[in-house]
C-alpha cells in the first residue's frame, strides 16, 4: 500500500508469500516534494519475502525529490527476502537526490538455497555490519544505465562497490556463490581502486569497456579462484 510518506509500496511486519508461484512487486514513489519516497519500502526486521520454487521479482523506482537529505532510494530492504530454489531478482532506480540509492540494503536478509541472485542497481549501498546476500546460485550485479561506469574498491565509477562487502562468512556477500559477476556486457569502464579485494568464489568483471586496474590495487582469490 502506499505509505503517507509517498513510497509506492511499503511493507511493514509483513509477510508476502508462495509456494510455486511467482512473486512480483512494482512500485514507484509518488512525491515530489516529502523525503523518503521509496519505490519500494522493506522497512521492518520482521517483514520477510520467501518462495520456495517460485521467483520474486522486485521493481522499484523512487520519488523525485532532490533536497537535501531526500534519500529516495529504489528499493529498501530491512526485512528478509528469501527463496529455495526461485530466482530473486531486484532493480532499482534512485532519484537524483543525495543519499538516494537505487537499491539500499539495510538490516536485512536476501537469501536462496540454489536460486540465482541479481542485484541491477547505478548506485548500490549495503551495510556490511547489518546485511547478507547468500546463495549456492550464482550473483550478478549490474548497472541498469547502459554504458555506467562501476569502480571496485575504492575506484572511481558509478557503481560502487566496496572491498567488505567480499569474502565474508555472515555478512555481505557471503562466500558459497557458484560465481559472482561484476557489470554486464552494456556495462561502462571498470575501475579496480587500491583497497585490497579478497574473494572466495569465481568472479567476473563484464563490460563493453575497459578494466582500469589503478596502481597499487589487489585483487587476491581463493586457492584456485581467478578474476
Known amino acids: 500500500n502506499p505509505s503517507a510518506a509517498g513510497n509506492g509500496i511499503t511493507l511493514t511486519s509483513s509477510t508476502v508469500s508462495s509456494g510455486i508461484g511467482s512473486i512480483y512487486m512494482n ?9 523518503h519516497s521509496d519505490g519500494i519500502d522493506i522497512n521492518s526486521n520482521t517483514t520477510s519475502i520467501q518462495s520456495t520454487t517460485g521467483s520474486i521479482t522486485l521493481i522499484g523506482t523512487g520519488g523525485t525529490n532532490t533536497g537535501s537529505n531526500s534519500n529516495n532510494d529504489g528499493i529498501r ?35 536462496s538455497d540454489s536460486g540465482n541472485i541479481a542485484l541491477n542497481s547505478d548506485i548500490f549501498w549495503m551495510s556490511v555490519a547489518n546485511a547478507s546476500v547468500a546463495s549456492s546460485g550464482a550473483l550478478t550485479i549490474a548497472p541498469t544505465t547502459v554504458g555506467q561506469t562501476i569502480d571496485i574498491g575504492g575506484g572511481t565509477g558509478g557503481l560502487s562497490l566496496d572491498s567488505a562487502y567480499f569474502n565474508t562468512t555472515t555478512k555481505g556477500f557471503v562466500n558459497g556463490f557458484s560465481s559472482i559477476t561484476v557489470g554486464s556486457a552494456t556495462a561502462g569502464n571498470i575501475t579496480v581502486g587500491t583497497t585490497a ?31
Open 77 to 111: 530492504v530491512s526485512g528478509s527476502i528469501q527463496s529455495t530454489t526461485g530466482a530473486i531478482s531486484l532493480t532499482g532506480y534512485g532519484s537524483a537526490g543525495p543519499l538516494s540509492e537505487a537499491i539500499a540494503v539495510e538490516q536485512a536478509s536476501i537469501s
Open 197 to 227: 579485494l579478497t574473494y572466495s568464489d569465481p568472479l567476473t568483471l563484464k563490460t563493453a569497456g575497459n578494466i582500469d586496474v589503478s596502481a597499487g590495487a589487489g585483487l587476491t582469490g581463493a586457492a584456485g579462484q581467478n578474476a
Open 27 to 35: 512500485g514507484k514513489g509518488t512525491n515530489t516534494t516529502t523525503l
